[in-house]
Protein backbone atom coordinates (compact mmCIF):
# COMPACT_ATOMS: atom_id res chain seq x y z
CA UNK A 1 0.00 0.00 0.00
CA UNK A 2 1.62 3.52 -1.11
CA UNK A 3 1.42 6.33 1.21
CA UNK A 4 1.90 8.73 -1.43
CA UNK A 5 -0.58 11.46 -1.87
CA UNK A 6 -1.90 11.98 -5.15
CA UNK A 7 -1.42 15.50 -6.49
CA UNK A 8 -5.74 16.44 -5.84
CA UNK A 9 -5.15 15.22 -2.86
CA UNK A 10 -2.38 17.68 -1.28
CA UNK A 11 -3.97 20.51 -3.17
CA UNK A 12 -7.17 19.63 -0.84
CA UNK A 13 -5.23 19.97 2.32
CA UNK A 14 -3.70 23.08 0.93
CA UNK A 15 -6.90 24.74 0.40
CA UNK A 16 -8.19 23.58 3.84
CA UNK A 17 -5.25 24.17 5.61
CA UNK A 18 -5.73 26.94 8.82
CA UNK A 19 -4.21 29.77 8.81
CA UNK A 20 -3.74 32.88 10.98
CA UNK A 21 -3.73 36.83 9.59
CA UNK A 22 -1.90 38.36 12.57
CA UNK A 23 -2.14 42.41 12.91
CA UNK A 24 1.22 44.00 14.36
CA UNK A 25 2.20 46.93 15.87
CA UNK A 26 3.66 49.64 14.54
CA UNK A 27 4.49 53.57 15.47
CA UNK A 28 2.78 55.09 12.12
CA UNK A 29 -1.15 54.22 13.13
CA UNK A 30 -3.51 55.59 15.68
CA UNK A 31 -5.81 53.67 17.92
CA UNK A 32 -8.97 55.41 15.96
CA UNK A 33 -7.68 54.43 12.64
CA UNK A 34 -6.54 50.71 13.64
CA UNK A 35 -10.20 50.02 15.34
CA UNK A 36 -11.62 51.81 11.88
CA UNK A 37 -9.86 49.38 9.65
CA UNK A 38 -10.79 46.46 12.01
CA UNK A 39 -14.95 47.27 11.84
CA UNK A 40 -14.62 47.80 8.23
CA UNK A 41 -12.46 44.96 6.84
CA UNK A 42 -12.63 42.20 9.46
CA UNK A 43 -16.48 42.91 10.57
CA UNK A 44 -15.25 43.72 14.13
CA UNK A 45 -17.53 45.27 16.43
CA UNK A 46 -16.54 48.32 18.09
CA UNK A 47 -15.56 46.38 21.26
CA UNK A 48 -13.80 44.17 19.79
CA UNK A 49 -11.61 46.64 17.05
CA UNK A 50 -10.92 48.15 20.49
CA UNK A 51 -9.60 45.42 22.72
CA UNK A 52 -7.55 44.19 19.95
CA UNK A 53 -6.00 47.44 19.13
CA UNK A 54 -4.99 47.68 23.02
CA UNK A 55 -3.83 43.60 22.89
CA UNK A 56 -1.40 44.78 19.80
CA UNK A 57 -0.40 48.00 21.06
CA UNK A 58 0.85 45.72 24.58
CA UNK A 59 2.14 42.62 23.47
CA UNK A 60 3.51 43.68 19.73
CA UNK A 61 0.49 41.12 17.64
CA UNK A 62 -2.57 39.65 17.84
CA UNK A 63 -4.05 37.24 15.87
CA UNK A 64 -7.16 39.40 14.02
CA UNK A 65 -8.69 36.68 11.86
CA UNK A 66 -8.13 32.29 11.65
CA UNK A 67 -9.06 30.89 8.10
CA UNK A 68 -8.18 29.26 4.71
CA UNK A 69 -5.46 31.30 2.52
CA UNK A 70 -8.06 32.12 0.08
CA UNK A 71 -10.20 34.01 2.47
CA UNK A 72 -7.54 35.70 4.48
CA UNK A 73 -5.62 37.12 1.58
CA UNK A 74 -8.29 39.83 1.13
CA UNK A 75 -8.38 41.03 4.43
CA UNK A 76 -4.39 40.98 4.77
CA UNK A 77 -4.53 43.40 1.00
CA UNK A 78 -7.03 45.51 2.30
CA UNK A 79 -5.49 46.32 5.54
CA UNK A 80 -2.00 46.08 4.09
CA UNK A 81 -3.50 49.04 1.69
CA UNK A 82 -4.44 51.38 4.53
CA UNK A 83 -1.05 51.14 6.03
CA UNK A 84 -1.54 48.68 8.65
CA UNK A 85 1.18 45.67 9.39
CA UNK A 86 -0.19 42.44 8.79
CA UNK A 87 1.44 38.91 7.76
CA UNK A 88 -0.41 35.17 7.15
CA UNK A 89 1.07 32.70 8.67
Known amino acids: MSTK ?4 ELV ?3 EVEQRKLILHN ?13 IDICKYTAVQAEQTSFIVHFKGKSTVKEGVFEKLRPMKDALSDRGLSVTIE
Open 12 to 14: DVL
Open 26 to 38: DDHNTFEWVIECL
Open 5 to 8: LKWE
